[in-house]
């Protein structure tokens, strides 16, 4: 990308940058006058429309990185001026969560392809030598149910309120082991991921050859979705603060470590809902009998819901008006 692209719009930035610094001083935008609140408005769309410029344009990430930086620091300070108490956690699910994670899609993309990369090793593996189980965190047991046409899960019928509690703070135990270990950059991601990658392929191979693809995905299908894609946030929120350390670019270390981190931590907290309903349908709705047919169903419903909640929209800025 040319360097006058940078000469341009390098004092819009250096300013939003001021006003940024202004709002966390003032502690909100209460003492802002009608002109700098204009000013705020227009010069953080102003990034975010150069933020996308240089995504597709520039091959500098270091541009990159601080445009991001600088949109997700501005964003997170106009809305947590104006939003506050039970209408500020409202507006956080309903616009902040869905808004950094398209803005960081990218590190949970990161985690899902290690995920499946070891999964599919596993997958193999398992596949051609059913012993390898040993190495990919198979209990036994489980093998001894499949080769017998069982479900390990059919006890969770008659336990489902105390089953649902179990397994949602188990998934929710899971989420932030998930994000504290892959702070550390790749190989706590790696470590983090490896247990569960290597038995779900494991598992899979196991069902395929022994003709129990209907029933395992017949349980899992319903709350399969939303936990795996909370998992995966998490694990790459983790990822995102690994690597503000490990290439902080520009910034210092503990700048790129406060700034990278708050964001981690609002994704961090925006998988707990996710989390909390994948429990519910896995202790619910997962082990009844029903025909699978319905539970896919269900399966298909939360993919879209997840999708457009995610992907949904921007909220429009409450302050280009003012």
């Not at 006003?19 to 209460?30: A, N």
């Not at 104006?82 to 990161?110: H, N």
Request: contains cysteine; aromatic residues 12%; charged residues 20%.
């Amino acid at each position: 990308m040319a360097q006058s692209f940078i000469e341009k719009r390098k004092t819009n930035w250096q300013r939003l940058e001021e006003l940024v610094q202004r709002i966390r001083q003032l502690r909100g935008l209460q003492k802002f006058n009608r002109k700098e609140v204009r000013e705020l408005g227009t010069l953080y769309r102003r990034a975010a429309s150069d933020l996308a410029i240089a995504r597709v344009e520039s091959r500098d990430p270091r541009l990159v990185n601080y445009l991001n930086s600088l949109v997700i620091r501005a964003h997170g300070e106009i809305y947590r001026s104006e939003s506050k108490g039970v209408r500020g956690i409202v507006d956080f699910y309903r616009y902040d969560f869905p808004l950094i994670f398209r803005q960081t899609y990218r590190y949970t993309l990161a985690v899902f392809l290690i995920f499946v990369a070891m999964a599919l090793f596993s997958f193999v593996a398992t596949y051609r030598d059913d012993d390898f189980i040993d190495h990919a965190n198979v209990p036994p047991a489980m093998l001894q149910h499949i080769k017998e046409n069982r479900m390990w899960t059919d006890s969770l019928n008659d336990e489902a309120p105390v089953g649902a509690a179990y397994i949602m703070t188990n998934n929710i135990r899971v989420g932030f082991l998930t994000f504290a270990f892959s702070i550390l950059p790749v190989v706590g991601t790696v470590i983090t991921l490896m247990p569960t990658a290597l038995q779900f392929g494991s598992i899979n191979a196991l069902i395929l050859k022994y003709h129990m693809v209907q029933k395992l995905y017949g349980f899992v299908a319903g709350h399969g979705v939303l936990e795996f894609t909370a998992i995966f946030i998490a694990g790459g929120a983790g990822l995102m603060i690994g690597l503000a350390i490990l290439i902080p670019g520009e910034r210092t270390r503990t700048q790129a470590l406060v700034e990278q981190g708050a964001v981690a931590i609002k994704l961090l907290a925006g998988c707990i809902p996710i989390l909390v309903v994948a429990g519910i349908i896995e202790a619910f709705i997962s082990p009844t009998p029903i025909h699978p047919y319905y539970k896919f169903g269900v399966s298909f419903i939360t993919a879209v819901i997840l999708a457009a909640y995610l992907f949904k929209p921007a909220k429009p800025e409450p302050i280009a008006n003012s």
